[in-house]
């Protein structure tokens, strides 16, 4: 059995175990992390969806980025990755029509993914759309005909697809989403929990306003820590946590360090939201 058959046998035990079935927590992306025939750029990563509340598996920086994007978006409900085009023979029936070869290892036709399949909240209802993450470095003559062939099977089903440019993100939100990222689950730092929130919680909002952008944030939030009495780095992970969650707001197009003062606003009594266009 060469490489290309092993591979095959590989996605057919994913399809009898779920893969690639499911939406919301019970997604099961096609292909993750863990798997040993996983190829990637080195930047296969996981992370606790923020809209799903499951493990994400991204396979490389672009991704990764574009779903720290999607994570958000308001209007995003629901983020399926590593999306299997099925069945394999209807990828190849489109391969065969365009006069190309199909994806394959060996010789041997493989089922093929796409990046995202994302659903969107719209004033008419739920709807479909796919992406696929590319820096145009890599958008050689076959990536083109293979994503010819994603696109004219998703046109099939009347879902649109699209590609999105890995220059076309936004670096800067994308950033400041992955600053405050780990702090969305309280789960993720045990010694802070709702109680404690709401018996500091404006009283560190009030500091921070009340010191209007004057001193780094990482300091502003150690004085605090140690005003209120609370292990280091408490405010810090409380002020990620409120941002993350959108009850504080403050300007996601300007970066976010610790070693720069921050302004931010109280969204919940402001009732503002934050939208973005998908792209």
């Known amino acids: 059995m060469n490489r290309g058959q092993r591979i095959k046998k590989f996605q057919e035990n994913r399809i009898r175990d779920g893969r690639g079935h499911g939406t919301g927590k019970d997604y099961e992306p096609f292909i993750q992390v863990h798997d040993n025939k996983v190829a990637s ?9 923020w809209k799903t509340n499951r493990i994400h598996h991204t396979l490389s920086e672009h991704e990764r980025r574009y779903l720290y994007y999607l994570e958000w978006l308001e209007e995003v409900v629901d983020i399926r990755e590593q999306f299997p085009l099925l069945p394999l023979s209807r990828t190849e029936e489109i391969a065969e029509q365009l006069g190309i070869k199909h994806a394959n290892v060996d010789g041997v036709p493989v089922v093929m993914t ?10 008419k209802g739920l709807i479909d759309l796919v992406r696929t993450v590319k820096p145009v ?21 009347d879902i649109n697809w699209g590609i999105i440019l890995d220059s076309k993100l936004p670096k800067t939100l994308i950033s400041n989403v992955e600053w405050m990222y780990e702090a969305r689950y309280l789960s993720t730092r045990p010694t802070v929990d709702e109680e404690l929130i709401d018996l500091i919680g404006e009283s560190l909002f009030l500091k921070i306003i009340n010191d209007d952008g004057e001193t780094a944030i990482s300091k502003l939030c150690l004085r605090c820590d140690s005003e209120f009495g609370i292990d280091s780095g408490t405010s810090m992970f409380i002020l990620k946590h409120m941002l993350s969650t959108k009850k504080w707001g ?24 934050i939208n973005k266009n998908i792209g």
Do not use: C
């Open 41 to 49: 750029e080195g930047w296969v990563t996981r992370h606790l969806g």
């Open 114 to 123: 796409t990046d995202f399949v994302i659903t969107l909240k719209t004033s």
């Open 137 to 157: 470095s890599k958008l050689s003559k076959r990536t083109l005909e293979l994503f010819e062939i994603e696109r004219r099977y998703f046109a099939e089903q």
């Open 250 to 273: 403050t300007n996601m197009n300007m970066v976010i360090k610790d070693s720069h003062p921050l302004i931010i606003f109280n969204l919940e009594k402001q009732g503002e939201s």
